[in-house]
Every structure is written in structure tokens, then in C-alpha cells.
């Protein structure tokens, strides 16, 4: 029988690598060039580097979301005979999550007001983009992101829980899963609390990813169960 499922798991898990590779990256930037605290300040940065605004402005972060679709897919079909009910409602939150971060994220918008501001002649030209600007920065961690936080963390503890009753994954994975999740409940955006908690959840999450990985890639490459050999009908011939 064909391993049809083989592909998808290997993507999960290259998807889950490349999570764990953007991640360290998202960080680094942030550390080398913190965020402008004024829409000035963001218009310059996005004229004197795009791609460095670009990044400043979690573009890291949306094409994690997309990975964290790709490989809860995988896990959806990897779990489905645990609870398939429930995996398709963390596909289904995960996708959501991916939708609002997508909603949310103004970095290419900025990029074009910057080029606004950068060209205006006049007050009136460059207040318009100030204004606009001021708009997008209030929406890039307004509900939308929120909202999109919190469903991902759901997502998590979802998939986790359903691992606890499933032999696919091992318990630690979906113990370490459930802690990551809890911690993943509290956006970012919520102030002191939320940027501790957002650094707290990367212990658990590179620890869950890493699990993860190590898993799809095996079904990945699982040997498809050899068929058994059909009986080659025996011909009776009549005693003499």
C-alpha cells in the first residue's frame, strides 16, 4: 500500500524547520534595529532600507504563520484518527490566525506611505501621510492581532491535548505542546505582561517544533507496509 500521506508530512516538517529558523531571525532584528516609536521615525527606516522595515514590521512573522498552516495540515492528517473533530478545528483556528495576521500587518502599506511622505511638497501632503501612517501602526497591534494571537494559542492547546490520546506523538511532545499553548494565550500586544510571556513561549515552542520535526519526518519516510503475497489457486487433479 502507498504511503500517501508521505509528502505531506515531510512538508509539515520542513515547514516547522523553517519556523525554527525564522523565529531566531525575527529576534535578531529586533535586537540590532529596534522599532521607530514614531511614524516618522518608521517612514525613515523604510526609506533608508525597505527590506530592513520590511522586517521590523514582523514580515518574519507572517510567513511564520503560513508554515504554522502548512504544518498543522500535516498534523491534522497525522492525528486524524485521534479525534479527527477536533484537529479540523485547529486547522480551522490556525487558518484564522493566519487570516487576522494577514489583516493586521500594514508593512507593505507603510512602505508605499513612506514614498508618500518622502515625495510630498507640501504640509497638507505630508500630514495626509502622517495621519494615514498613524492609522496603520494603531491597526498593526489593534484586535486584529490580538485576536489572531490568541486563536493560534487555541490551535496549539487543541493539537497538543488531542496528541495526549493519540500513539502517534509521544507524551513529552504533547505535554511540552499544552505548556507552550497556555503561554501562547497572552498576545504580545498585552503590555509588560504579554512581551513576557511571548519570550517565555519560545522555550517550549522550539522544543515542541524540534519534537515535531523529528516525528513527521519519520512517518515521512515510513516504509509502506509490504502486501501480503496472493495464494496462487491450486489445481486439484483427479486421483487416477
Given at each position: 500500500m502507498e504511503n500517501r500521506w508521505g509528502t505531506l508530512y515531510r512538508l509539515g516538517a520542513a515547514a516547522a524547520i523553517g519556523v525554527l529558523v525564522l523565529v531566531p531571525l525575527q529576534m535578531l532584528v529586533?535586537?540590532?534595529?529596534?522599532?521607530?516609536?514614531?511614524?516618522?521615525?518608521?517612514f525613515a527606516l523604510f526609506q533608508r532600507n525597505a527590506l530592513l522595515g520590511l522586517l521590523d514590521m514582523d514580515l518574519l512573522l507572517?510567513?511564520?504563520?503560513?508554515?504554522?498552516?502548512?504544518?498543522?495540515?500535516?498534523?491534522?492528517?497525522?492525528?486524524?484518527?485521534?479525534n479527527?473533530?477536533?484537529?479540523?478545528?485547529?486547522?480551522?483556528?490556525?487558518?484564522a490566525a493566519l487570516a487576522a495576521y494577514l489583516a493586521s500587518n500594514p508593512a507593505f502599506e507603510m512602505l508605499a506611505?513612506?514614498?508618500?511622505?518622502?515625495?510630498?511638497?507640501?504640509?497638507?501632503?505630508?500630514?495626509?501621510?502622517?495621519?494615514?501612517?498613524?492609522a496603520m501602526v494603531a491597526q498593526?497591534?489593534?484586535?486584529?492581532?490580538?485576536?489572531?494571537?490568541?486563536?493560534?494559542?487555541?490551535?496549539?492547546l487543541i493539537a497538543a491535548a488531542v496528541m495526549l490520546r493519540s500513539h502517534v506523538f509521544g507524551r513529552v511532545t504533547a505535554w511540552v505542546g499544552l505548556v507552550f499553548g497556555v503561554a501562547s494565550l497572552v498576545p504580545a500586544s498585552a503590555g509588560t505582561v504579554g512581551l513576557v510571556f511571548s519570550l517565555?513561549?519560545?522555550?517550549?515552542?522550539?522544543?515542541?517544533?524540534i519534537l515535531i520535526v523529528r516525528r513527521l519526518l519519520r512517518?515521512?519516510?515510513?516504509?509502506?507496509?509490504?502486501?501480503?503475497p496472493r495464494r496462487q489457486p491450486q489445481l486439484i487433479t483427479p486421483e487416477l
Amino acid at each position: 500500500m502507498e504511503n500517501r500521506w508521505g509528502t505531506l508530512y515531510r512538508l509539515g516538517a520542513a515547514a516547522a524547520i523553517g519556523v525554527l529558523v525564522l523565529v531566531p531571525l525575527q529576534m535578531l532584528v529586533f535586537v540590532t534595529t529596534p522599532p521607530p516609536d514614531t511614524v516618522t521615525g518608521w517612514f525613515a527606516l523604510f526609506q533608508r532600507n525597505a527590506l530592513l522595515g520590511l522586517l521590523d514590521m514582523d514580515l518574519l512573522l507572517i510567513v511564520d504563520q503560513v508554515l504554522i498552516a502548512v504544518m498543522f495540515l500535516a498534523l491534522c492528517v497525522a492525528l486524524r484518527r485521534a479525534n479527527p473533530s477536533w484537529m479540523a478545528i485547529a486547522l480551522l483556528l490556525a487558518v484564522a490566525a493566519l487570516a487576522a495576521y494577514l489583516a493586521s500587518n500594514p508593512a507593505f502599506e507603510m512602505l508605499a506611505l513612506s514614498h508618500q511622505y518622502a515625495v510630498a511638497t507640501t504640509d497638507a501632503g505630508r500630514t495626509v501621510a502622517l495621519a494615514a501612517g498613524q492609522a496603520m501602526v494603531a491597526q498593526w497591534t489593534g484586535s486584529a492581532f490580538s485576536v489572531g494571537y490568541v486563536l493560534g494559542g487555541l490551535a496549539f492547546l487543541i493539537a497538543a491535548a488531542v496528541m495526549l490520546r493519540s500513539h502517534v506523538f509521544g507524551r513529552v511532545t504533547a505535554w511540552v505542546g499544552l505548556v507552550f499553548g497556555v503561554a501562547s494565550l497572552v498576545p504580545a500586544s498585552a503590555g509588560t505582561v504579554g512581551l513576557v510571556f511571548s519570550l517565555v513561549s519560545l522555550v517550549p515552542m522550539w522544543i515542541w517544533l524540534i519534537l515535531i520535526v523529528r516525528r513527521l519526518l519519520r512517518l515521512g519516510h515510513q516504509e509502506p507496509p509490504m502486501r501480503a503475497p496472493r495464494r496462487q489457486p491450486q489445481l486439484i487433479t483427479p486421483e487416477l
